[in-house]
């Protein structure tokens, strides 16, 4: 049956998204995201950091699936794959690229000064990779649901989860990475005892457009997230998955800028393999200094303490005596 000879509300394809995407929209995410992962894949390779092609890479050939997949519902009013694709690809496709924001930010604690991070560089990026690729396989799941089974509300339901968990993610990534620059600026570390350095590494003016970008990369894929999660309660006859513009706002220009803050500002210039270290007076509470310097006086020798008594004109002793 040809779509000319029926009305257009009853095409398959407008039922399906509640609209005809428009076709120059979809040329022009398409050439963009094709173009974001030609630019990623050179600056993985010309940087090293290999690990841009399993995650920004990654995510722009799923989302110019998407929208190839949008573009082809365009094209044939008939088609009923288009729809499940492309509901696959965009919905899976941001997950890859937010584990940029955890590699990043396990890589620059240690410049900075572990201390005053509440996880070690190591699990930083070990517990929110770990809750990335559980976001990924539920909602990649939940698409797969909705897209071989003839009512999508079961399906539908899985994603849901999968990007409320993946906001959760999100939100304690931001106030866990919140709290380490915070403690970092006040000198106020985690943890304290006498292995505590007493420098911390210096924000350098490339570390301050790398974290500009780390944020502002972090805030779209929020408006994103956030953005489907109303998507999904709304329903799938709701007015936000049938608004088209809602889509192609916060959902795929959300993700051209997140991806393309990581051409314009790659690790491989802005994240320094060492920055320059400032001795600062931690912040401690009285009981944590009284341990520090409890700790301090029995690591010393004898001629230690003598050393620091003349140079103190003071009698070092043990201050629980």
């Known amino acids: ?17 509640g609209y005809v995407p ?25 940087s090293k950091k290999y690990w841009f092609l399993t995650t920004a890479v990654f995510c722009c050939a799923l989302e110019a699936a998407g929208w190839g ?31 940029v924001n955890f590699i990043l930010i396990g890589q620059t604690i240690p410049l900075l000064g572990p201390q005053f991070s ?27 649901m909705a897209a071989t089974a003839d009512d999508p509300t079961l399906g539908g339901h899985v994603m849901l ?15 866990i990475t919140f709290e380490f620059f915070y403690r970092h ?15 911390n590494g210096v924000v350098t003016n490339q570390l301050k457009v790398l974290f500009a970008g780390l944020a502002f990369n972090t805030v779209c894929l929020y408006v994103r997230a956030m953005y489907r999660l109303l998507e999904l ?29 990581w051409n314009l500002i790659h690790p491989m210039f ?27 006086v029995d690591s010393t020798t004898p001629l230690d303490q003598s050393v620091m008594s003349q140079k103190n004109n003071t009698q070092v002793r043990d201050p629980w005596v």
């Open 1 to 17: 049956m040809n779509s000319t000879t029926i009305p257009l509300e009853q095409t398959p394809v407008f039922r399906n998204y």
């Open 161 to 175: 989860g999968g990007i409320v968990f993946q906001t959760f993610a999100i939100t304690m990534f931001c106030l």
């Open 69 to 99: 997949m949008r573009l082809w519902s365009n094209m044939d009013l008939m088609n009923k794959l288009g729809f499940k694709l492309q509901l696959c690809f965009t919905i899976i496709a941001p997950t890859p690229l937010l584990a």
């Open 118 to 144: 509440r996880l070690s560089a190591k699990y930083y990026s070990l517990v929110f990779l770990s809750c990335d690729i559980i976001a990924l396989v539920v909602q990649a799941a939940g698409g797969a």
């Open 233 to 261: 309660v709304d329903g799938w006859n709701g007015v936000i998955i049938q608004t088209e513009w809602y889509f192609n706002v916060f959902d795929g220009a959300m993700i051209i800028l997140a991806t393309y803050t």
């Open 270 to 296: 802005w994240l320094p393999e060492t920055v320059p270290s400032k001795h600062v007076p931690l912040k401690l509470s009285g009981m944590e200094m009284d341990s520090v310097a409890r700790a301090s």
């Open 22 to 46: 428009t076709k120059y929209v979809c040329f022009i995410f398409l050439g963009l995201f094709t173009l974001s992962a030609i630019l990623h894949v050179g600056q993985a390779i010309w």
């Open 185 to 199: 600026y006040t000198a106020r570390p985690v943890r304290s005892g006498p292995n505590v350095p007493l420098t």
